[in-house]
Nanobody, 120 residues
Framework: QVQLQESGPGLVKPSQTLSLTCTVS??????????WSWIRQPPGKGLEWMGV???????YYSPSLKSRASISRDTSKNQFSLQLNSVTPEDTAVYYC????????????WGQGTQVTVSS
């Protein structure tokens, strides 16, 4: 069973960069055709898919993020990471990482989520 765990700072100042890491166990991030996403949920709102990195390190992002997001991976640590630039208070949310057996499939496994607050 795949397990995911988010980590990173809980407080980020406006205009700075939010950086989160997802550590994966129970499966390799390079296994064909696995895909690894970042999803967030602002307070009082629904889930928002942010982007994905697949087993070949191809990345795809939500157009709503306007090129502020970047997803990368470290295969030696079996981790993938999110960077979100120029954050504002509207980026305050619970951030989740999640696994799909392939892009377009259901999100089978999720991390527990990590709260990130953007505030000065």
């Amino acid at each position: 069973q795949v397990q995911l765990q988010e980590s990173g700072p809980g407080l980020v100042k406006p205009s700075q960069t939010l950086s989160l890491t997802c550590t994966v166990s129970g499966g390799s991030i390079t296994t064909s055709y696995y895909a690894w996403s970042w999803i967030r949920q602002p307070p009082g709102k629904g889930l928002e898919w942010m982007g994905v990195i697949n087993y070949e390190a191809s990345t795809y992002y939500s157009p709503s993020l306007k090129s502020r997001a970047s997803i990368s991976r470290d295969t030696s640590k079996n981790q993938f990471s999110l960077q979100l630039n120029s954050v504002t208070p509207e980026d305050t949310a619970v951030y989740y990482c999640a696994y799909q057996v392939r892009i377009g499939a259901a999100f089978d496994y999720w991390g527990q989520g990590t709260q990130v607050t953007v505030s000065s």
